[in-house]
């Protein structure tokens, strides 16, 4: 989708090492939202923002952060605490809540691999 | 929590018609997606139905919908190698606008 950039596509870094995945929406979407896709397996929540300055955990929160401070930007920071990072990392954005017909609208994704 | 289940993989042959299934668990699910991921991308949104329709046509998709049974499914009609990606459904329910995906389904078209 051309109004969600991420970047880098492909992020390699050693064991022990914190990293940052960015999301850029031109979509002017309120909310925002990261997953987690491993090989044969679905979408996995992370972190979701429904308001700048404002989100909440997913299903699988620990080892992971994120920021809210703009509207258009909602970076995810791989820990050092997740124990099992490689993976593949999408970001996606919506219109607020009380839009029921919004569908999600996905960015390509970085694929994150960690040694 | 609500559940989406899928088969993981479908194979059918180029020129085939090719039908995706998919249930879920929340009784409650308002609008039902088909989303297409090719190999190294993010996902593209197909299609919708609201939980009111049964069925949805677009060009080669059709998409038929029992809410009784909470059974969704993805027919494509005439399949191209073009078509082969991963497939996920995915559910929301009528609480914010969070979703719940499947697993996905692997189509693979042969020639």
């Known amino acids: 989708d051309g109004g969600i950039t991420q970047s880098p596509k492909y992020l390699f870094r050693k064991e022990g090492q914190n990293v940052t995945l960015s999301c850029e929406q031109n979509?002017?979407?309120?909310?925002m939202y990261w997953y987690r896709q491993d090989p044969g397996q679905g979408l996995r929540l992370i972190y979701y923002?429904?308001?700048?300055?404002?989100?909440q955990k997913g299903d699988i929160a620990e080892g992971y952060s994120v920021s809210r401070e703009k509207k258009e930007s909602f970076p995810l920071t791989v820990t050092s605490a997740q124990k099992n990072p490689t993976a593949f990392y999408l970001c996606a954005t919506g219109k607020a809540e009380e839009s029921w017909e919004s569908p999600l609208h996905f960015g390509n994704g970085t694929r994150l691999t960690v040694t | 929590g609500e559940d989406v289940e899928q088969s993981l993989f479908l194979s059918v042959r180029e020129g085939d018609s090719s039908v995706i299934n998919c249930t879920y668990t929340d009784s409650s699910s308002t609008y039902l997606y088909w989303y297409k991921q090719e190999p190294g991308a993010g996902l593209q949104l197909l299609t919708y139905i609201f939980s009111n329709m049964d069925m949805k046509q677009d060009q080669r998709l059709t998409v038929l919908l029992n809410k009784k049974d909470k059974h969704l499914s993805l027919r494509i009609a005439d399949t191209q190698t073009g078509d082969s990606a991963i497939y996920f459904c995915?559910?929301?329910?009528?609480?914010?606008?969070?979703?719940?995906f499947g697993g996905g389904t692997r189509l693979m078209v042969k020639p």
């Open positions: 923002s429904q308001i700048v300055n404002d989100f």
């Open positions: 995915a559910e929301k329910g009528n609480a914010g606008n969070m979703l719940t």
């Open positions: 979509l002017n979407h309120d909310a």
